[in-house]
């Protein structure tokens, strides 16, 4: 079983707040990413690490931001929080075995997930 | 480029009734191929993959065959239950890619009813 967090799994919050979307895997997994899932439940990869001080930005235009000071926590940011933002956003984790592999990338392993409504 | 395609839902089925869910890929070379289940309320969980044409994934009565010639990996369960209620997430990975990321489709629902 999959040991991947996020925190918290539901924030309701008033347009302009700033919010952190905690992620944490004890995997010990070098690549983390960040999903944006919208209603009709297409997935759409806003961010993702290939390890400690690295972040990538995904196929996704985003206006979140995120860091990767530790292997295991990916948080997310908000800065100013808009309705726009009303989304689940989902954490996972992979193994990765070098920037320029020929071998199969790892399996992704998810987070709960957390939804997300601003007001 | 690379994409997925997977049959839009939502699919309705009765309990042990068989089980079709087409997904076709565009990919050069060789990709790795996988099916994810999202139940109601969590996160995805991998369900089964393949790593080569004509590999099959198999996992909890679900299987799908890597087919190369069709460029397809259909997703097949003989029998399902109610607990199958959930969205599948066709995906692949293209091979030697420098991201390494996961290409999904846009998920089937589907829900079995007693």
């Known amino acids: 079983e999959a040991d991947i967090y996020q925190t918290p799994r539901y924030l309701v919050i008033g347009t302009g707040k700033k919010i952190t979307l905690e992620c944490s895997q004890t995997?010990?997994?070098?690549?983390m990413y960040w999903y944006q899932q919208d209603p009709g439940m297409e997935l759409h990869l806003i961010h993702y690490s290939y390890g400690v001080n690295s972040t990538e930005k995904g196929d996704l235009s985003s206006e979140s931001t995120v860091s990767r000071i530790r292997t295991e926590h990916f948080p997310l940011t908000l800065e100013s929080a808009r309705p726009s933002h009303t989304s689940q956003y989902l954490c996972?984790?992979?193994?990765?075995?070098?920037?320029?592999?020929?071998?199969?990338?790892?399996?992704?392993?998810f987070g709960p997930g957390t939804r997300l409504l601003v007001l | 480029g690379n994409s997925v395609t997977q049959m839009e839902g939502p699919v309705t089925l009765s309990e042990e009734a068989f089980l079709t869910i087409n997904c076709t890929y565009t990919?050069?070379?060789?990709?790795?191929l996988f099916w994810y289940v999202q139940y109601p309320g969590e996160g995805l969980q991998l369900l089964l993959k393949?790593?080569?044409?004509?590999d099959k994934g198999s996992n909890k009565g679900f299987e799908a065959t890597y087919r190369k010639e069709t460029t397809s990996f259909h997703l097949e369960k003989g029998s399902v239950q109610v607990s199958d209620s959930a969205v599948y997430f066709c995906a692949l990975t293209p091979l030697g890619g420098s991201q390494g990321n996961l290409i999904f489709g846009k998920g089937t629902k589907l829900s079995v009813k007693p």
């Open positions: 990919a050069t070379g060789y990709p790795s």
């Open positions: 393949a790593t080569k044409a004509d």
């Open positions: 996972a984790s992979s193994e990765h075995r070098g920037r320029n592999r020929t071998s199969v990338s790892g399996t992704q392993y």
């Open positions: 995997m010990g997994h070098d690549k």
